[in-house]
């Protein structure tokens, strides 16, 4: 028998990303599935780091989870008035401040416009992945920014990405 065990690689970076929008039928899917690529990937690397803007929706989901499995997670903030009452209800602003307080965080200050700094957070975010989790319809996005438009830098970057297809 084998005593030996393998090293672990030392750390993952995985980016998330996704729709605000959710069905309430697929939010137990996108817990469930990324709950097992954490569970496979803390077998296989000694650190899990993860990047997200906290967005509600996908973002916060898939933040929640991986902090669950023992991630590290950093909140990639990406202009100054980002948690405000036009994105976000008291109730999902108490959500994020609950995030943001388990998280280390890097504000990239985007002077605008807000889609600029949305897409910038997203490049942002893709450019220090080693790999990606994308919580997505398939669509193309409504305007700059969105899943879609990080889907697609994250393909030109050529990193790993997993989508997690919902409605």
């Not at 803007?53 to 933040?63: F, H, P």
């Not at 980002?82 to 002077?111: G, S």
């Not at 416009?113 to 897409?119: L, T, V, Y």
């Amino acid at each position: 028998m084998d005593t030996t065990s393998t090293p672990l690689l030392p750390s993952l970076r995985v980016g998330l990303v996704g729709h605000r929008h959710l069905q309430e039928a697929d939010i137990p899917v996108i817990r469930e599935r990324a709950g097992e690529l954490f569970a496979a990937w803390r077998r296989e690397y000694a650190q899990i780091i993860v990047f997200s803007s906290l967005a509600i929706g996908a973002d916060s989901v898939l933040a929640e989870v991986a902090l669950a499995q023992g991630a590290r997670l950093v909140a990639v903030i990406p202009f100054a008035e980002y948690v405000n009452e036009r994105d976000f209800t008291p109730e999902q602003a108490q959500a994020h401040a609950r995030l943001r307080a388990q998280a280390d965080t890097v504000e990239l200050k985007h002077p605008g416009p807000r889609r600029e700094a949305f897409m910038a957070g997203g490049r942002w975010i893709i450019n220090h992945s080693d790999t990606v989790i994308a919580v997505w319809n398939g669509q193309p996005s409504p305007s700059l920014g969105g899943t879609a438009d990080i889907v697609t830098y994250a393909r030109e970057q050529a990193k790993d990405i997993v989508i997690i297809p919902v409605h």
